[in-house]
């Protein structure tokens, strides 16, 4: 029952978040019986939108023996600062909100208002002031934990789907008036994710 409910909800948070998103090609893949367009760009660290979009692909059917080109991904310190990200600002957040942090943060680098690069978009200020609080007060620097990890697998094998969230806040906490005139797309745990 919990994996069903887990299942929905990270589906609603994908929905929710995700952006479209151009990459360049990197390397070719031979389809095998069992592969899905999920499970090989959550092997290769890319979307099922930029596999589909690369390909062109109107669907998500492949077929065993297919040759995909697949699009260039991130790189692995790239991925550890995003998980250190995820881990220092969702520490304690359900593992759907974990992925959405990760998203986030995705669809700014996707989004011509921000930054290209995830290190770009992490370490940002605006007004003088850095984006996201753990760059500030350093916690930063802390070793992501593996859900933290695998929570931006996810949010990688799902980038470019949904309506686009670009901040997150938690409620309880903001003292932004800016913030919370922003359109809410979804809240998970403590966190509001918004356009």
């Not at 297919?66 to 699009?71: A, N, R, S, Y």
């Not at 310190?77 to 600002?89: G, N, P, Q």
């Amino acid at each position: 029952m919990w994996k069903k409910r887990f299942a929905a909800t990270i589906m609603m948070c994908i929905l929710f978040l995700g952006t479209g998103l151009a990459v360049n090609a990197a390397t070719v893949y031979t389809v095998q019986s069992g592969d899905s367009l999920y499970k090989i760009g959550k092997t290769y660290g890319v979307s099922v939108q930029s596999i589909q979009s690369t390909n062109q692909l109107y669907t998500t059917m492949i077929y065993p023996g297919q040759q995909l080109t697949i699009p260039s991904a991130i790189s692995e310190d790239e991925k550890d600062l995003l998980a250190r990200l995820v881990y220092a600002e969702a520490k304690g957040e359900p593992y759907a909100g974990k992925v959405a942090v990760a998203l986030v943060v995705l669809n700014r680098v996707d989004h011509p208002d921000f930054p290209n690069t995830i290190r770009e978009v992490i370490y940002s200020k605006d007004g003088g002031y850095y984006a996201f609080t753990p760059v500030a007060n350093g916690q930063i620097n802390i070793a992501a934990d593996s859900e933290s990890k695998m929570a931006v697998e996810e949010a990688l094998a799902f980038r470019g789907q949904g309506s686009g969230s670009l901040y997150f806040y938690n409620p309880a906490l903001t003292t932004s008036t800016w913030i919370l005139s922003r359109p809410v797309t979804i809240t998970i745990g403590n966190h509001v994710f918004a356009k």
